[in-house]
Nanobody, 121 residues
Framework: QVQLVESGGGLVQPGGSLRLSCAAS????????MAWYRQAPGKERELVAG???????NYADSVKGRFTISRDNAKKTVYLQMNSLKPEDTAVYYC???????????????WGQGTQVTVSL
């Protein structure tokens, strides 16, 4: 049974910082692309940042220069460092991982349960 467990969300003032973590647990053959998505009330879920197994990142335009995604393959963990936070960053943040459980099973996506980030005075 594979689980993705997020942590690090909370309430922060505008201009502040938070660091999200997402750890994968369970028997995993190959942990490939990992990403952070977010969903604000009344809006669709959107990609915030992603990172390949080799460490190549990509970002949504709205967070470039403020957010940094990284990963530790040995710990099966992906991080999102969020700086200069704005009220419009308020959302539930979800971790997604594309992985294979065994060499013969196809790669599929798994999602975490989400962690709330609120940016407000």
């Amino acid at each position: 049974q594979v689980q993705l467990v997020e942590s690090g969300g909370g309430l922060v003032q505008p201009g502040g910082s938070l660091r999200l973590s997402c750890a994968a647990s369970g028997s995993i053959f190959s942990l490939d692309f990992m990403a952070w998505y977010r969903q604000a009330p009344g809006k669709e879920r959107e990609l915030v940042a992603g990172i390949t197994r080799g460490g190549l990142p990509n970002y949504a335009d709205s967070v470039k220069g403020r957010f940094t995604i990284s990963r530790d393959n040995a710990k099966k963990t992906v991080y999102l460092q969020m700086n200069s936070l704005k009220p419009e960053d308020t959302a539930v943040y979800y971790c997604k991982a594309d992985l294979q459980l065994t060499p013969v099973l196809p790669r599929r996506s798994y999602w975490g349960q989400g962690t709330q980030v609120t940016v407000s005075l």
